[in-house]
């Protein structure tokens, strides 16, 4: 019968035993009568215990068990089953905001537009990278949210004053033509857009797929420590030749 009330077999085999006993049993003897086997009963008593279907005690060293008054226990699962019903009344379902669809633009106005909409609804979170000349005309708009409060994290390609806004500059070596132009914006952790060319025009992505977020996120650090290691420690990188080749062999 337990077994309608969610309990395992094993649960309600050691319940039986225990209630049937006149005397309270220690493992060996409940393992005897229930058929329960040795390696199991410990762990199956301890979830009754955790339960408050059985009770305790230790006699001679000996830990013995033995099970609530039927009565008392009719009461306890009576109780717990109309608190669960009385719970399940009050409970309010809704399916979780998810969104794992791509979506594709091949139009660089569109494209830029939509980037100032994915700044401009930014609660908290805001990173971002691009060319200079293509950043220039979203200071204004990166600007009024940093004002707002909202943290900002800037790379560019090519020198770019960004004021207050925290940035890190990547100036390319006039070698590196594997370079390509591209454009990220990440927002709240929630949502990317981000665009790369290809035959010559632009083509982006829009998503709120978390994977790809996450994927994107990690991508904008992995520049951005690229970035700053190679300021840091730029002649020892490029006079260093296969370090120099590997570099200017990066694409974004």
Same mark, same amino acid.
């Given at each position: 019968?337990?077994?309608?009330?969610?309990?395992?077999?094993?649960?309600?085999?050691?319940?039986?035993?225990?209630?049937?006993?006149?005397?309270?049993?220690?493992?060996?003897?409940?393992?005897?009568?229930?058929?329960?086997?040795?390696?199991?009963?410990?762990?199956?008593?301890? #979830?009754?215990?955790?339960?408050?279907?059985?009770?305790?005690?230790?006699?001679?060293?000996?830990?013995?068990?033995?099970?609530?008054?039927?009565?008392?226990?009719?009461?306890?699962?009576?109780?717990?089953?109309?608190?669960?019903?009385?719970?399940?009344?009050?409970?309010?379902?809704?399916?979780?905001?998810?969104?794992?669809?791509?979506?594709?633009?091949?139009?660089?106005?569109?494209?830029?537009?939509?980037?100032?909409?994915?700044?401009?609804?930014?609660?908290?979170?805001?990173?971002?990278?691009?060319?200079?000349?293509?950043?220039?005309?979203?200071?204004?708009?990166?600007?009024?949210?940093?004002?707002?409060?909202?943290?900002?994290?800037?790379?560019?390609?090519?020198?770019?004053?960004?004021?207050?806004?925290?940035?890190?500059?990547?100036?390319?070596?006039?070698?590196?033509?594997?370079?390509? #132009?591209?454009?990220?914006?990440?927002?709240?952790?929630?949502?990317?857009?981000?665009?790369?060319?290809?035959?010559?025009?632009?083509?982006?992505?829009?998503?709120?797929? #978390?994977?790809?977020?996450?994927?994107?996120?990690?991508?904008?650090?992995?520049?951005?420590?690229?970035?700053?290691?190679?300021?840091?420690?730029?002649?020892?990188?490029?006079?260093?030749?296969?370090? #120099?080749?590997?570099?200017?062999?990066?694409?974004?």
């Amino acid at each position: 019968m337990l077994q309608k009330f969610g309990f395992t077999q094993y649960e309600s085999q050691v319940f039986e035993v225990l209630t049937a006993g006149n005397s309270p049993m220690d493992a060996t003897t409940i393992v005897k009568y229930s058929q329960v086997p040795k390696s199991k009963v410990y762990e199956v008593l301890q #979830r009754l215990v955790e339960k408050g279907m059985i009770l305790t005690s230790f006699n001679d060293r000996k830990k013995l068990y033995t099970a609530l008054p039927m009565e008392t226990t009719i009461e306890k699962l009576t109780s717990e089953f109309q608190s669960n019903v009385e719970e399940l009344k009050s409970k309010e379902f809704s399916l979780p905001d998810s969104d794992d669809r791509v979506w594709t633009l091949q139009n660089d106005t569109s494209i830029s537009v939509l980037i100032k909409e994915c700044i401009q609804k930014a609660d908290k979170h805001i990173l971002i990278t691009g060319w200079s000349d293509e950043l220039t005309p979203l200071l204004p708009h990166l600007q009024k949210k940093h004002k707002e409060g909202v943290n900002i994290e800037l790379l560019s390609v090519g020198d770019l004053d960004t004021g207050s806004i925290p940035s890190h500059l990547l100036l390319p070596d006039e070698q590196h033509e594997a370079l390509e #132009r591209h454009k990220l914006v990440i927002v709240d952790e929630q949502e990317i857009l981000f665009a790369g060319v290809e035959k010559g025009y632009f083509q982006g992505i829009h998503t709120l797929s #978390r994977p790809l977020v996450k994927f994107f996120t990690e991508f904008f650090y992995h520049d951005v420590a690229l970035t700053e290691i190679t300021k840091k420690y730029e002649s020892v990188l490029i006079e260093d030749e296969e370090i #120099r080749e590997i570099l200017m062999k990066l694409r974004y």
